[in-house]
């Protein structure tokens, strides 16, 4: 067997060992599976049950592998039996196989697997957790499919629900490009992350004492100073879906359903706890409430801050994030919705350095961060992303992966350019 087969024959093994340890304890869910699997085992289904006898065939083994000789490849394995009847694999004696895999594949792989795991970790094989493994791999419940799944689920033939997840945008964890290690967070913004952990340890201990004012934040700061992306990275970090939503696309041409749009996203928000609930342009808010000939979008956004009064973290699982560029409009009655307030300034020196750093971590690119940090005074995160993309353009405008300083010149008076371009149009 060459090494190609003898891969392909370990890939394979790996797939049936796990069949048959999930078949034989049924205390393993659909959490257990590593994601390579997920599509094979019902993971179109919110459930995390598994259901049992799971039987291999040949189109299983194909779809698993697409290689032309797999079926081949496969029945030369001594540790696998091919029922010609039922056109079905499984393998021979379970110990035997896992024996012969773990001295194929290693500690390493199997730690990717928690199925696995759990089965070498019972044997009393050192250096192997499943508890370590779990962690080590995506979770089911953080994915897109399952998150899909639940949304369908919860929304079934409901027409007004399938009406209000037209207005939201919902990402699961496992979706999320940003995570907070990418991220530089001033230090009342990581305090505002580290008070949402610790409700989210004690929300028990908090409910039965009846303390819920919990996770209601309100991000206000300039535009591109981070607030939506800090709060896509808490998703990640909680393994929390986001549900974002923006209160101008809220806001119907039948004005008498924007009420009950309202109404809706927060019942599905309830619905998918524990989430976060993400409303950007909560500025939309006091701009609708001086309106004086507009009495259907009053209307409107009193459900709003109804809702926002019954929404809780500890009661409801679900944290609320409002977002504005302009909290100077917000009247008293928005503000003391929010039990905490997390400022968004455009960065400072120190922090311009930290964001360039991190921006061309994967680049190559040998500016002066301090000189270059002085020359942005001004910028916001967004402004610094902007300026490295097009530098890295023009770089690659010349056939050069290097970011040269006059590439960065470029970049930064492209930035110069929008901004020159968005001031004169606003005047």
């Not at 010609?84 to 792989?109: M, N, P, V, Y």
């Not at 505002?192 to 700061?221: H, Q």
């Not at 930290?354 to 940090?373: G, P, S, V, W, Y």
């Amino acid at each position: 067997m060459n090494a190609d087969d003898k891969e392909l024959a370990v890939d394979v093994l790996e797939f049936l060992i796990t069949a048959d340890i999930i078949n034989r304890n049924e205390e393993l869910t659909k959490l257990d599976l590593p994601k390579k699997y997920w599509k094979f085992f019902g993971t179109g289904s919110y459930n995390t049950d598994i259901e049992r006898p799971i039987a291999i065939g040949e189109s299983v083994i194909i779809r698993l592998c697409r290689a032309d000789n797999v079926i081949d490849v496969v029945k030369q394995n001594p540790f696998v039996k091919f029922d010609e009847f039922g056109k079905r694999f499984s393998i021979t004696t379970l110990d035997a196989a896992a024996g012969w895999f773990i001295r194929q594949a290693g500690k390493e792989r199997i730690m990717q697997n928690p199925v696995l795991a759990f089965y070498y970790e019972n044997c009393g094989e050192e250096g192997i957790s499943h508890k370590e493994s779990l962690e080590n791999v995506p979770g089911f419940t953080d994915s897109k499919e399952y998150l899909e799944a639940r949304v369908n689920h919860i929304i079934g033939d409901d027409e007004d629900l399938k009406a209000a997840r037209g207005l939201i945008i919902i990402s699961s964890p496992e979706e999320i490009e940003y995570s907070l290690d990418d991220l530089v967070c001033t230090p009342r913004q990581q305090e505002g992350i580290r008070k949402i952990k610790i409700a989210l340890k004690n929300r028990d201990f908090l409910n039965e004492r009846r303390i819920f004012e919990f996770g209601k934040l309100l991000f206000v700061g300039p535009p591109g100073t981070g607030k939506t992306s800090l709060a896509l990275a808490m998703s990640k970090e909680l393994k929390m879906p986001m549900l974002e939503v923006r209160l101008a696309m809220v806001t119907s041409q039948y004005l008498g359903e924007t009420s009950k749009n309202i109404d809706r996203i927060f019942e599905l928000a309830r619905s998918l706890s524990p989430c976060i609930l993400f409303i950007d342009e909560f500025d939309f808010v006091a701009k609708s409430r001086v309106t004086e000939d507009n009495g259907a979008m009053k209307r409107a956004v009193n459900m709003l801050l109804k809702n926002i009064d019954t929404v809780s973290f500890v009661r409801n699982g679900v944290v609320l994030i409002g977002a504005t560029n302009h909290p100077g409009i917000l009247d008293e009655a928005a503000w003391r919705r929010f039990d905490d307030v997390v400022e968004f300034p455009l960065p400072g020196y120190e922090m311009r350095v930290e964001i360039l750093k991190k921006i061309t971590r994967t680049l190559d690119c040998t500016c002066d961060f301090e000189e270059l940090a002085s020359e942005t005074e001004g910028f916001s995160g967004a402004d610094l992303r902007i300026m490295i993309k097009e530098s890295l353009i023009s770089a690659l405008m010349r056939d050069s992966f290097e970011l040269s300083e006059c590439d960065i010149e470029q970049g930064m008076g492209n930035v110069r350019e929008r901004d020159t371009i968005r001031q004169s149009a606003s005047i």
